[in-house]
């Protein structure tokens, strides 16, 4: 059984900006919004709504989910929705993925060197 989606927040304007741009029935952004801004149990949504917990859970999953990939990205990148041949989004994919890697790497070393004092290098042993 998957596990269900619970316990994440977002703010009005975190919300606003997570789903610009997802095809999303207004409906749904409605339900999502009562989970993830005003807190409200998907289990009384579905209920309310008549719906299954697990739908309500998708959609509030994948906003959630576009929140936090906005979130971690550089200032200047920019989101980009294509309709290519599948051999071009194969291509783009893997591009993307390769660059997304190199980021978090420079991310992970930049935070790693800034964790570390001036006088210690990065295993924890003096400099002399």
């Known amino acids: 059984m998957k596990q269900r989606f619970s316990g994440r927040r977002l703010s009005a304007a975190q919300f606003a900006v ?4 997802l095809r999303i029935s ?3 952004l409605e339900l999502s919004r009562a989970a993830l801004v005003d807190g409200v149990s998907t289990s009384i ?4 709504a008549h ?5 309500i859970d998708r959609n509030v999953r994948r906003i959630y989910e576009t929140h936090l990939a906005r979130l971690d990205a550089p200032i200047e990148w920019r989101e980009v929705r294509l ?3 599948r051999s071009m ?26 964790q570390s004092s001036p006088g210690q290098a990065v295993g924890g042993k003096s400099r002399v």
Not at 18 to 21: E, L
Not at 45 to 48: D, E, K, P
Not at 92 to 106: D, G, K, P, R, S
């Open 45 to 48: 949504l579905a209920a309310q």
């Open 51 to 55: 719906l299954t917990r697990g739908a």
């Open 26 to 28: 207004p409906r749904n």
């Open 83 to 85: 309709t290519v041949p």
């Open 89 to 114: 989004a194969e291509r783009f994919e893997a591009q993307a993925a390769a660059v997304i890697a190199e980021h978090e790497f420079a991310r992970r070393i930049e935070v790693a060197l800034s």
């Open 18 to 21: 997570a789903v610009r741009g």
